[in-house]
Each structure stands twice: as structure tokens, then as C-alpha cells.
T-cell receptor, first 109, second 119 residues
């Protein structure tokens, strides 16, 4: 079956770095996505990886290892506004997104 | 960037009534839109894929007679929750891809979401 696993909750300190891991199993693979979702709001796109390696976008970076079925989202210089849920989603061979349950990130001063 | 607008943001209704939620792509044409449901502290659950000019494709376990989807134009899809019950209370979100954006193949633009409370 298809499955996305990520931690339920993480806590980090303002100004620090946090890495949110995601492992995936999909029927075929067309990419791995990360979305940010603040409470009560719709998700917003953060990143897309389809090739192995690290993609950097400002304070956020995303990594993919297709052989390991593994990805992580790295957030640097954490700010209080980064407190949100981070959703990992894998795209299968039918271009359907398989969603993880999300990781709730709590930032403490 | 592409914008998807969803209306209403909040709706409260009595049990047994029907509620319609609209999803519009404001600056692009969306042949396909997606409807999700999200319960508190849970991830998005795809309910159905809405196809312009044809019938929607429903995910397993989603009652097509209860959740009516109409995609009559390239910029509008509607979800009607018929005979709503308290267990239908949830956060409903629509999304669409802009095929002309030139951006990542899977980037979805989400509407603001509609929070339905059935009394």
C-alpha cells in the first residue's frame, strides 16, 4: 500500500534549526512535496523534489533520497511565525498526492 | 501567482439541510480541481477529483450522492453537502493546478477552506 510517515509533533527554539523527516511508500514516484499549514488555514506550497539531493530556498531546504524513500525539510533561523503543521506528500505514478498526517512544529522563544 | 478562492469560509447549518461550497480559480483555467476534507489534527483526505464537463471521480468510501460535485466551467467547481449531519462537520478545502504556470508539476493552489459546522 501507499504510506507517508512523519513525526506527529516537534518542538524547537527560536533562531535554531530543525529537521522534519518523512519516509514514503508510493506506487510509482513522481516527486515529494512539502506544504506548510497554519492552524485553520489551507496549506501553502513550500517545495518539490523529484531528483536526489538538496534544494535550498532561503531559510527552507528540502532533501530527497529516492533509494531510501526518504525526505526531510530543514528550517533554519526559526521564527515564531514558523509554528505550523508541515505536510509531506508523495506523488504516485497516477500523479495523485498521498498525504502524510503532518508534523506540528512548536517554536519556543 | 495563481489564486484559488473558496466561499463561504464559515458556514453553520441545521442537521438535514444542504450546503453548497464554491471553488473558483481566479486567474487561470482549471480543468481539474480537487476537494479535500480535513478533520482536526488530521491530514488532508482527498474526497474527489472534479473534472470540467464530466463526472467527478470519488475516492473510495466517499458517498457521491451525499457530496455532489459540479464542475460546470473551467473556473468554478461546487461541492454540495446534502442532508448534512453533525458528523459532516469538517474543514473542506479545494485545490487546483495551473497548467500554464510553468511551475512544479504538482504544485497545488489551495482555496482558503470552508469550515462547516452542522448543528
Amino acid at each position: 500500500g501507499q504510506n507517508i510517515d512523519q513525526p506527529t509533533e516537534m518542538t524547537a527554539t527560536e533562531g535554531a534549526i530543525v529537521q522534519i523527516n518523512c519516509t514514503y511508500q508510493t506506487s510509482g514516484f513522481n516527486g515529494l512535496f512539502w506544504y506548510q499549514q497554519h492552524a485553520g488555514e489551507a496549506p501553502t506550497f513550500l517545495s518539490y523534489n523529484v531528483l536526489d539531493g538538496l534544494e535550498e530556498k532561503g531559510r527552507f531546504s528540502s532533501f530527497l533520497s529516492r533509494s531510501k524513500g526518504y525526505s526531510y525539510l530543514l528550517l533554519k533561523e526559526l521564527q515564531m511565525k514558523d509554528s505550523a503543521s508541515y505536510l509531506c506528500a508523495g506523488m504516485d505514478s497516477n500523479y495523485q498526492l498521498i498525504w502524510g498526517a503532518g508534523t506540528k512544529l512548536i517554536i519556543k522563544p | 501567482g495563481a489564486v484559488v478562492s473558496q466561499h463561504p469560509s464559515w458556514v453553520i447549518c441545521k442537521s438535514g439541510t444542504s450546503v453548497k461550497i464554491e471553488c473558483r480559480s481566479l486567474d487561470f483555467q482549471a480543468t481539474t480541481m480537487f476537494w479535500y476534507r480535513q478533520f482536526p489534527k488530521q491530514s488532508l483526505m482527498l474526497m474527489a477529483t472534479s473534472n470540467e464537463g464530466s463526472k467527478a471521480t470519488y475516492e473510495q468510501g466517499v458517498e457521491k450522492d451525499k457530496f455532489l460535485i459540479n464542475h460546470a466551467s473551467l473556473t468554478l467547481s461546487t461541492l454540495t453537502v446534502t442532508s448534512a449531519h453533525p458528523e459532516d462537520s469538517s474543514f473542506y478545502i479545494c485545490s487546483a493546478r495551473d497548467p500554464t504556470s510553468g511551475r512544479d508539476v504538482g504544485e497545488l493552489f489551495f482555496g482558503e477552506g470552508s469550515r462547516l459546522t452542522v448543528l
